[in-house]
């Protein structure tokens, strides 16, 4: 099959989508494998790209890893002697980062090579390096790796904070680490993203000690092993949110199921003040209708959590592209995270960038055309489009997506959607 998707625009969606296990949690969790003695087994984690390549490298690590019949995944440590994540595996995805800290915490060394670039902005890892070393980590930086050693640990105090507030991979390496220190550690500052909450469930499942969870003050008291387990993954909050956008753009409602919409308070309040109709039934349903008029248009900033994510931000320019008025949206985690603009003003949109915002005039009518995916996110924004307006819309290197959307196509398909690989 070919890398790119042809959409049918027009056709209104309706029915019911099941929601995946988190990506963003998923991965974490999947690297603080590396933490345990003896086999871990994770339900509703989502059949990804990232996924595939987070095997690779936990292979490579000396690793087991299998996804049952049923689904779930089984990791188990087999060879803790290997410290090395390569440049060909690092290359494939930035998260491998996460490798860092349980490494260096259960084996006393990780040499990981540096990530690179990447299209939404410089992500540099700065303060992932601050974190491990107040924990006591030796750290060199030589032929494009980082390499960490520290015979033990020690329990420090940490502020985490950095230009763009909290960050979620910085918190995810100094708390896995910290796990296997010697006494107390503080993480002050700390990402209370969802994703970070689950990662900390699950260290604590394995009988880590760990307080504050959800907070900005994390404080984990130390132990000497953590032990396998078994653990659910919390559904896919942007994933969520993708579908609630494509409910509110087309058709006359669809049902999600599987959600946590706990986790999406600031995108379910923004998408109201739209006009969206969201409903929410006890178990994790919701269900989204657009609005009953032309959507109104809404100021939005990305934030950390709870704000609006910046996961949601191109998604969300779609559907403020089609509303009734003039919005601006605002991007405090990446500021150049603005591939998707003249990808969508090809697709009929009317947006222009002033610095880290985006003046969205309103009132597109989107017509198909041909587009390039930039990331992952910037492709689901399109695929929004081209399922929202009308005629064919090609999306080419539909790879992003596949990082990080479960069987998209499918899923948009059995809700009515046109849309085939090629
Ligand atoms: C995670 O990236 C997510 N990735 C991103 O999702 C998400 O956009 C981001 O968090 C913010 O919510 C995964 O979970 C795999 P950060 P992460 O560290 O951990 C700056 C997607 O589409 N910063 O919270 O890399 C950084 O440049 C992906 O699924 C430093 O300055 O994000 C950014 O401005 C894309 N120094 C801000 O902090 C550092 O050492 C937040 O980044 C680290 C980060």
Known sequence: MGDRLIIEGGRPLSGEVEISGAKNAALPILFACLLVDGKTVLYNVPELRDISSTRHILRKLGCGFERRADGAIEVE?????????????????R????????????????????????????????LHLRGLKALGADIE??????????????????????????????????????????????????????????????????????????????????????????????????????????????GDGITLKNTAPDHLRAVIAIMQQTGALIDEEPGGTMRVSPPPGPPQSVDVATLPYPGFPTDMQA???????????????????????????????????????????AIIEGRAKYSGA????SDLR???????????????????????LERGYERLAEKLTSLGAKITRD
Request: net charge neutral.
């Open 77 to 93: 440590v087999v060879d803790a002697k290997r410290y090395t994540a390569p440049y060909e595996l690092v290359s494939t995805m």
């Open 95 to 126: 998260a491998s980062v996460w490798t860092m800290g349980p490494l260096l915490a259960h084996r006393g060394r990780a040499k990981v090579s540096k990530p690179g670039g990447c299209v939404i902005g410089a992500r540099p890892i700065d």
């Open 141 to 250: 930086e030589t032929h494009g790796y980082i390499d960490l050693s520290a015979k033990k640990l020690r329990g420090a105090e940490i502020y985490l904070g950095g230009p763009f507030g909290s960050s979620v991979g910085a918190t995810a390496n100094t708390l896995m680490a910290a796990t296997l220190a010697e006494g107390t550690t503080v993480i002050e500052h700390a990402a209370c993203e969802p994703e970070i909450a689950d990662l900390a469930n699950f260290l604590a499942a394995m009988g880590a000690k760990i307080e504050g969870i959800g907070t900005p003050r994390l404080v984990i008291d130390g132990v000497d092993r953590l032990l396998g387990t078994e653990y659910t993954v919390i559904p896919d909050r942007i994933e969520t949110g993708t579908y609630l956008i494509a409910g509110a753009m087309s």
């Open 315 to 357: 998604q969300f320019m779609a559907y403020m592209a089609t509303a009734d008025g003039m919005s601006v949206i605002t991007e405090k985690i990446y500021p150049d995270r603005f591939m998707h603009i003249m990808e969508l003003n090809r697709l009929g949109a009317k947006i222009r960038k002033e610095g880290n915002s």
């Open 370 to 373: 041909e587009v390039m995916a």
């Open 378 to 400: 910037a492709s689901a924004a399109l695929v929004l489009a081209g399922i929202a307006g009308e005629g064919k819309t090609i999306v080419n290197r539909i790879y992003h």
